[in-house]
């Protein structure tokens, strides 16, 4: 008997042993996001890549996350607790983060950080983002193409230089098909209020729009536009369950094979800090959604665009482009830098809107 | 449809789940009881509003459990508040955290599904009138019931005895206790009532405002409504015309901005709170008025001796 209690407790041990062995072999990846991990949207397409790292590395990888953690000085004490608490490397996924998250890398010099949609890098942090932009001249086309009216409706969330950018693709996506198609741009100041996108949603039909368009977070805007009887495009995710007679296609974020591909980086040991990613269609960081609800020739059209967006034969911003107060911003043939459209904060020729400074 | 009967459609839906939220919560306060917990227990009548009628397949049962959770969740509140006596201030924050919490657990598998509407009344003639026809005749249930609410509160209230009793608890809880009133009773049914009006507005969210379920779906709204009890001086009437003046501004200025009349938009977005604080504080400088209307012992626990 006594036997057997030693022998199970050297099995036990050595078990124990094994287990703690093993974590250590782990690469722990930790993400901080700003809003739940179901809000049908930004964060969830942040979770959505998280998940797809678990299931991609399996065992050679643990992944943990703080939801819900405001912009701003908050989101320093969280970043440091993950920090401390063993991770390798912390995806801080809103740009809110960017002056935490590099203070906090200052004092974690063997962590790795990878600080989303931001512009300042350090030895040990680096920054990504998506081309979004891709798809909006996409979308924009196909507005032009199947607006009625002319008149499109923009629902916009802050004016960070990420959303005024995504307008200006979409400006410069329906101009390039339609010179005269008009967009009325709504602000509502908020990522994520499904009543106030409604609102603004329901205003902008009123007011004779009849394709919609978002970059706020909530399918609600693409349920007014299945009961108007109109058309609109879907945000970061497939919304065609909102709106299955409404959705002409919708952005689609897919972050998971960057992140699969970073922390196999940090496995063997060639992640390097003060980079910027800035991927975009051609590599797969996002999609377009299926094109629904419209005939065949604009199909092809938006397909067509989207082959020579991935091919480099088109760039949303080529010259000429003027400015919305008619200066000259790009010349004939000048392609748009990727500094200027980090720091984008001026419509082009042709937005309906005074942007809010 | 014209522009103008639509723009007055979307304001009565922007303000009925204000409505009916400060509402409940006007009678709570005129209990003595200050429930700070609105936007929780909100949110928990959007949840399970939105559940129920996902897993029925009817947006009626959706009605009813949206309506049963927030009576359920306030029940929580009046324990601890009225039979233990614990702050009332604290005790209603932490609801409001928890059923925020809360809510996000129990919607996680709900997320992304399309959602089911109440279907609106229709009259047919009565609906085709021009201008005030969908107005009066072709909304959504609960529109009709923030109307009845209303009219039944300002009418019980003022009106009947039982309101008088529940002022004058409110009022001076030691001496209705003294008369024999039950004191902790009426509080208890107050902060019920509360409770049902607060998931009854959630429930409005999410299953006729926008038929989806996001996690802090009310976004504020239960917080706007508590401000509107206070603006509206404790009176239904004026609770009603604050929502709708809110309601009003909110829709307006989306409007504006639609229409490119170059406004700043942060400006315009600030314009439904600035225009309620600049309310509240051109009715405060009645004091009078504030004093008569105000529940003498709001937020005071009350302990009835043996």
Redesign the interface.
């Known amino acids: 008997m006594k036997k057997l209690i030693i022998g199970l407790a050297v099995a036990l041990a050595a078990s124990t042993a094994a287990v703690s062995a093993h974590a250590a072999d782990k690469t722990k990846a930790c993400f901080v996001y700003l809003?739940?991990k179901?809000?049908?949207g930004w964060t969830?397409a942040h979770d959505v890549g998280r998940q797809y790292v678990e299931k991609e590395l399996g065992d050679k990888v643990e992944t943990a996350y703080v939801e819900n953690v405001p912009e701003g000085p908050d989101s320093e004490r969280v970043i440091e607790r993950l920090a401390r608490s063993g991770c390798s490397i912390v995806f801080t996924t809103s740009f809110g983060y960017m002056d935490p998250t590099l203070k906090v890398a200052k004092k974690f010099p063997k962590v790795k950080f990878e600080h989303a949609t931001g512009f300042k890098t350090a030895e040990n942090v680096t920054t990504y983002n998506s081309r979004f932009y891709e798809g909006r001249y996409i979308i924009g086309q196909i507005a032009a193409k199947m607006s009625k009216t002319g008149v499109a409706?923009y629902i916009a969330s802050v004016?960070i230089p990420e959303v005024v950018m995504g307008i200006n693709a979409f400006e410069q996506g329906a101009k390039s098909v339609n010179p005269n198609f008009k967009m009325?741009?709504?602000?509502?100041?908020?990522w994520?209020?499904?009543?106030?996108?409604?609102?603004?949603a329901?205003?902008?039909i009123?007011?004779g729009?009849d394709i919609l368009t978002q970059h706020t977070?909530?399918?609600?805007p693409m349920?007014i536009a299945e009961?108007r009887g109109i058309h609109a495009f879907g945000q970061a995710?497939d919304q065609i369950?909102?709106g299955p007679k409404a959705q002409l296609t919708a952005i689609e974020d897919t972050w998971g094979p960057y992140y699969v591909k970073r922390i196999k980086m940090v496995m063997d040991g060639t992640w390097k800090g003060g980079e910027s990613s800035w991927d975009g269609l051609k590599d797969g960081i996002l999609t377009m959604a299926p094109y629904t609800n419209m005939p065949d020739d604009v199909k092809k059209m938006a397909e067509d665009t989207e082959a020579k967006i991935k091919s480099g034969a088109i760039h949303p911003f080529t010259g000429p482009i003027k400015k919305q107060d008619g200066s000259v911003w790009l010349k004939d043939g000048e392609k748009a830098d990727d500094g200027t459209l980090l720091g984008m904060n001026f419509y082009v020729e042709g937005v309906?809107?005074?942007l809010?400074? | 449809m014209g522009i103008f009967e639509s723009i007055l459609l979307t304001i009565a839906t922007a303000a009925t789940p204000l409505l009916i939220a400060a509402i409940g919560e006007l009678v709570v306060e005129r209990s003595g009881v200050l429930n700070l917990g609105v936007e929780g227990m909100m949110v928990m009548g959007a949840v399970c509003g939105f559940a129920g009628a996902s897993l029925s397949g009817s947006p009626w049962i959706g009605l009813v459990a949206g309506v049963a959770a927030g009576a359920v969740f306030s029940q929580l509140f009046a324990v601890l508040t009225l039979s233990i006596a614990t702050n009332q201030v604290a005790t209603g924050l932490s609801l409001t955290l928890l059923g925020l919490g809360l809510s996000g657990m129990i919607g996680e598998p709900f997320v992304g599904e399309a959602g089911s509407k109440l279907p609106n009344l229709f009259i047919p003639g009565l609906s085709e009138l021009p201008l005030v026809g969908r107005l009066i005749f072709g909304q959504d249930p609960i529109f009709y019931l923030s109307v009845i609410l209303t009219v039944g509160t300002a009418w019980f209230l003022f009106r009947t005895r039982t309101g008088l009793t529940l002022r004058s608890i409110g009022d001076n809880p030691a001496s209705a206790h003294t008369l024999g009133i039950p004191v902790i009773r009426y509080r208890y049914l107050a902060v019920l009532f509360g409770g049902a009006c607060a998931g009854l507005a959630g429930a409005h969210l999410s299953l006729v405002y926008t038929p989806q379920w996001v996690e802090n779906m009310t976004a504020g709204r239960g917080w706007i409504a508590l401000a509107l009890v206070v603006f509206a001086s404790w009176r239904p009437a004026r609770v009603a015309a604050g929502a709708y003046l809110f309601g009003g501004v909110t829709i307006g200025q989306i409007h504006a901005q639609a229409l490119g009349f170059g406004i700043p938009s942060q400006f315009l977005s600030a314009l439904p709170y600035l225009a309620t604080v600049v309310v509240l504080v051109m009715m405060s400088r009645n004091k009078r008025l504030m004093m008569v209307n105000t529940p003498a012992s709001l937020g005071r626990p009350f302990v009835p001796d043996r």
């Open positions: 809003g739940p179901t809000d049908g969830q409706g004016p009325k741009v709504v602000w509502v100041n908020t994520h209020d499904a009543g106030k996108e409604a609102d603004a329901k205003a902008l009123d007011q729009v977070d909530s399918a609600a349920q009961e995710f369950k909102a309906d809107d005074k809010p400074q």
